[in-house]
């Protein structure tokens, strides 16, 4: 990047074991063994308080894994922000395009290869599987844009995608809320899960705990369980953010 032409400056926050913003300004290139020609930012993990690990990755024409993200009891989720590039689950083949994904269960060998002449940019998600007797997850494969939009929570101007099954054997589901100009939660929300949420479009102000926050476009934020938040998109565009959500489970005393 060079020489820097201003003070140096963050929107970067970080409350451990509460909540953090993390802007696409600040992220730093990370070593994954198994990733080549892959530009990588670890933007979440248990060093931060989150009980998954969260990516962005940049897959270069020719890059991808040299070997399966794979560990025993470890769920992966591929989201694709844009570009093309093909995701193998155990030896199931699909590609991904512009807001495609993929689940992968747990134990499940995930590989990535980009075969294209663009960059294949993706969000990477991992978390240790919690069983449930008589219920298992299943391979999930889908487009957002084959997806129905939903009133939320009978606002039109809100509307969500459900991107994972409802049923037992999953214990974490994807989201997408969209906001038209003006729209908001219907409430402040604190509840017991966390969430993990990267802006795909548009900004507004996010309240964290005790503080509204300026958000936008490449935007992660995570809060822990019993965070007070809301959004309210105060642009003149929409504002859209997928986001992870832990389900299905009772609490583990």
């Known amino acids: 990047m060079g020489y820097p032409n ?19 300004e600040g992220r730093v290139n990370n070593v994954i063994p198994n990733l080549e020609n892959c530009k990588v930012s670890i933007i979440a993990s248990p060093e931060l308080g989150t009980k998954f690990a969260f990516y962005t990755v ?14 025993e009891g470890i769920e992966t989720f591929v989201f694709c922000i844009n570009g093309q ?24 060998a995930v590989s990535l290869t980009n075969q294209s002449e663009k960059v294949w940019r993706l969000l990477l998600y991992k978390q240790r599987y919690r069983k449930l007797e008589g219920y298992e997850a299943r391979v999930v494969l889908g487009n957002l ?13 809100v509307l969500v995608r459900n991107l994972l099954p409802a049923d037992l054997g999953f214990d974490v ?22 969430h993990g949420l990267y802006f795909l479009e548009g900004d507004g102000v996010y309240l ?8 936008k476009e ?4 995570w809060f822990g369980p019993y965070v007070p938040q809301a959004f309210y998109c105060s642009s ?18």
């Not at 994807?174 to 402040?188: D, R």
């Not at 964290?208 to 958000?215: F, G, R, T």
């Not at 490449?218 to 934020?221: G, P, Q």
């Open 58 to 71: 940049d897959v270069q024409p020719g890059g991808g894994t040299t070997l399966p993200f794979q560990e």
């Open 6 to 24: 201003d003070l140096l400056a963050t929107r970067a926050i970080i409350k451990h074991g509460r909540y953090a913003v993390i802007p696409p």
């Open 145 to 157: 844009n084959d997806l129905p939009n939903e009133v939320y929570d009978d606002m039109d101007n």
């Open 173 to 194: 589901n994807f989201h997408t809320l969209t906001f038209h100009p003006g729209g908001s939660h219907p409430f402040v929300e604190t509840h017991q899960q966390e």
């Open 236 to 253: 003149r565009k929409n504002a859209c953010y997928i986001y992870t959500k832990d389900c299905n489970r009772d609490v583990k005393l």
């Open 208 to 215: 964290i705990d005790d503080k509204w926050l300026p958000v």
């Open 85 to 108: 590039g093909t995701v193998q689950v155990e030896d199931q083949k699909f590609v991904l395009q512009d807001n495609g994904y993929v689940f992968a269960p747990a134990s499940q």
């Open 218 to 221: 490449e935007d992660f934020i």
